[in-house]
T-cell receptor, first 116, second 114 residues
Framework: GAVVSQHPSRVICKSGTSVKIECRSL??????MFWYRQFPKKSLMLMAT?????????EQGVEKDKFLINHASLTLSTLTVTSAHPEDSSFYIC????????????FGDGTRLSIL | TQLLEQSPQFLSIQEGENLTVYCNSS?????LQWYRQEPGEGPVLLVT?????EVKKLKRLTFQFGDARKDSSLHITAAQPGDTGLYLC??????????????FGKGITLSVRP
């Protein structure tokens, strides 16, 4: 099955630090990857759609200068939380899907970000 | 906006019981997906239903897609503690092509007591 690897799984940083999270599709090429944020016991909130070779598309209310997304290749997308503050603490999850209609998204295991 | 309503929001049952949970919308979806998520992990895809009226079985889990492709149900037979988790349904947003972004329901938190 399709495997998506997300790294790191947990990060604890001081306020003001920038944090980079990687999302890799291990056994398929993903022209599109998605970044989500999830609050405790809540559903997933889509932050942005990451397209290989072009700029990411951000959802309304998500600061693109705060959450920098780079989709460097067909198997790698990165999310950088710049100058992180405690309110950015959350569970961040990426997903990717094979090209084609009705293809499901496969999710990484998430990154628990804690800003002190 | 295509919304997916999941019910019940929380469910706590005894091991061995049967249960059915629902995912409903007023919109038609080309497909619906069910995921299970455990704490601290990403969602894991359980099934994708595509055809109206379709029934898919995954061991003790039975998924059905409504005839009009607006709703879906998940039935679990003889629930086990290992079934505990957050169950999410999701469907592709309308008028998007390949690699569609998904709209998610708010999820159903299931707890199966030993």
């Amino acid at each position: 099955g399709a495997v998506v690897s997300q790294h790191p799984s947990r990060v604890i940083c001081k306020s003001g630090t920038s944090v980079k999270i990687e999302c890799r599709s291990l056994d398929f090429q993903a022209t599109t990857m998605f970044w989500y944020r999830q609050f405790p016991k809540k559903s997933l909130m889509l932050m942005a759609t990451s397209n290989e070779g072009s700029k990411a598309t951000y959802e309304q209310g998500v600061e693109k200068d705060k959450f920098l997304i780079n989709h460097a290749s067909l198997t790698l997308s990165t999310l950088t939380v710049t100058s992180a503050h405690p309110e950015d603490s959350s569970f961040y999850i990426c997903s990717a899907s094979d090209a084609g209609r009705n293809q499901p998204q496969h999710f990484g295991d998430g990154t628990r970000l804690s800003i002190l | 906006t295509q919304l997916l309503e999941q019910s019940p929001q929380f469910l706590s049952i005894q091991e061995g019981e049967n249960l059915t949970v629902y995912c409903n919308s007023s919109s038609v979806f080309s497909s619906l997906q069910w995921y299970r998520q455990e704490p601290g992990e990403g969602p894991v895809l359980l099934v994708t239903v595509v055809t109206g009226g379709e029934v898919k079985k995954l061991k003790r889990l039975t998924f059905q897609f409504g005839d009009a492709r607006k709703d879906s149900s998940l039935h679990i037979t003889a629930a086990q503690p290992g079934d505990t988790g957050l169950y999410l349904c999701a469907g592709p947003c309308r008028n998007t092509g390949a690699n569609s972004k998904l709209t998610f329901g708010k999820g159903i938190t299931l707890s199966v007591r030993p």
